[in-house]
Nanobody
Framework: QVQLVESGGGLVQAGGSLTLSCVAS????????MRWYRQAPGNERELVAA???????NYVDSVKGRFTISRDNAKNTVYLQMNSLKPEDTAVYYC??????????????WGQGTQVIVSS
């Protein structure tokens, strides 16, 4: 079984910073992409940032220059450093990993989400 567990969410004032972490554990035989999504009330889930195993990253325009995604392959962990936070960043943030599991199939796995609230 594979589990993704996020941490690091919380309440922060506008202009502040938070770092989210997500650890993938279980029967994992390889991880390709790791991503952060977010979903605000009444909105669809959107891709915030992604990092591929070789290192390329991409970001949604609204967070470019403020958020940084990184990963530690040895620890199966992905991070999201969030700076200059804005109230519109308030959402539940979800970790996603596209990985090779014990069934030797590549598939997406999701974490349970961590709440980020940015007060104005």
């Amino acid at each position: 079984q594979v589990q993704l567990v996020e941490s690091g969410g919380g309440l922060v004032q506008a202009g502040g910073s938070l770092t989210l972490s997500c650890v993938a554990s279980g029967s994992i035989f390889g991880i390709n992409a790791m991503r952060w999504y977010r979903q605000a009330p009444g909105n669809e889930r959107e891709l915030v940032a992604a990092i591929i195993s070789g290192g390329p990253t991409n970001y949604v325009d609204s967070v470019k220059g403020r958020f940084t995604i990184s990963r530690d392959n040895a620890k199966n962990t992905v991070y999201l450093q969030m700076n200059s936070l804005k109230p519109e960043d308030t959402a539940v943030y979800y970790c996603n990993a596209y990985l090779l599991d014990a069934n030797r199939r590549w598939r997406d796995y999701w974490g349970q989400g961590t709440q980020v609230i940015v007060s104005s």
